[in-house]
């Protein structure tokens, strides 16, 4: 069955530092990839997608993810940390032919410290 | 545009009872998807409907069900209500043009069953 596994449950970063949350997916062929993030109480919010062609994908609020077919992965990256970022950010993937149906990772919180 | 709404927000029902949800998609989105979000369980989809009809079902049990308007907007529905569907159940659209497979997500509706 397709999964997708986000290895880190809980991740804390001081503020200004790098990030990267790390997305695996279990699938036979390449699924279409994407990061969500949600604060507490919220609903999700689309950080960025892949569906094709480069393996770099920027998306809102700095962020980043690289594909990487090799190691089935798609972590997600920012540079520089901002107070603001900590939130639960999921990884979800969706079959081509699979219409709409996301399959989320567990998700991974972040905590900001000042 | 505005975005995905979605009532009530918050919502407590008693064992047995049975409730329904609304979703009123983006303006010209025409796929809704509900998925609900427990701790335990995380993130999982329950289904999608497009154009009023019924195209993928997660594996929930037959109390939960839902429809699609002309207008696109969505109600899903649980019947005889248990303990363990408190959770948060999100509503997300999809225009689904040019093989767009981004999904918005509304606040959610908080459901607690006691």
């Known amino acids: 069955a397709q999964s997708v596994t986000q290895p880190d449950i809980h991740i804390t970063v001081s503020e200004g530092a790098s990030l990267e949350l790390r997305c695996n997916y279990s699938y036979g062929a390449t699924p279409y990839l994407f990061w969500y993030v949600q604060s507490p109480g919220q609903g999700l919010q689309l950080l960025l997608k892949?569906?094709?062609?480069?393996?770099l994908v920027q998306g809102i609020k700095g962020f980043e993810a690289e594909f990487k077919r090799s190691q089935s992965s798609f972590n997600l990256r920012k540079p520089s940390v901002h107070w603001s970022d900590a939130a639960e950010y999921f990884c979800?993937?969706?079959?081509?032919?699979?219409?709409?149906?996301?399959?989320f990772g567990a998700g991974t919180r972040l905590a900001v410290h000042p | 545009k505005a975005g995905v709404t979605q009532t009530p927000r918050y919502l407590i029902k008693t064992r047995g009872q049975q409730v329904t949800l609304s979703c009123s998609p983006i303006?010209?989105?025409?796929?809704v998807s509900w998925y609900q979000q427990t701790p335990g369980q995380g993130l999982q989809f329950l289904f999608e409907?497009?154009?009023?009809?019924?195209?993928n079902k997660g594996n929930f049990p037959g109390r939960f069900s839902g429809r699609q308007f002309s207008n696109s907007r969505s109600e899903m529905n649980v019947s005889t209500l248990e303990l363990g569907d408190s959770a948060l159940y999100l509503c997300?659209?999809?225009?689904?043009?040019?093989?767009?497979?981004?999904?918005?997500f509304g606040p959610g509706t908080r459901l607690t069953v006691t």
């Open positions: 892949y569906f094709s062609g480069d393996t």
């Open positions: 997300a659209s999809s225009s689904l043009t040019s093989g767009n497979y981004e999904q918005y």
């Open positions: 303006s010209g989105h025409r796929s």
């Open positions: 979800a993937v969706a079959l081509s032919g699979g219409y709409n149906k996301l399959i």
């Open positions: 409907y497009f154009s009023e009809t019924q195209r």
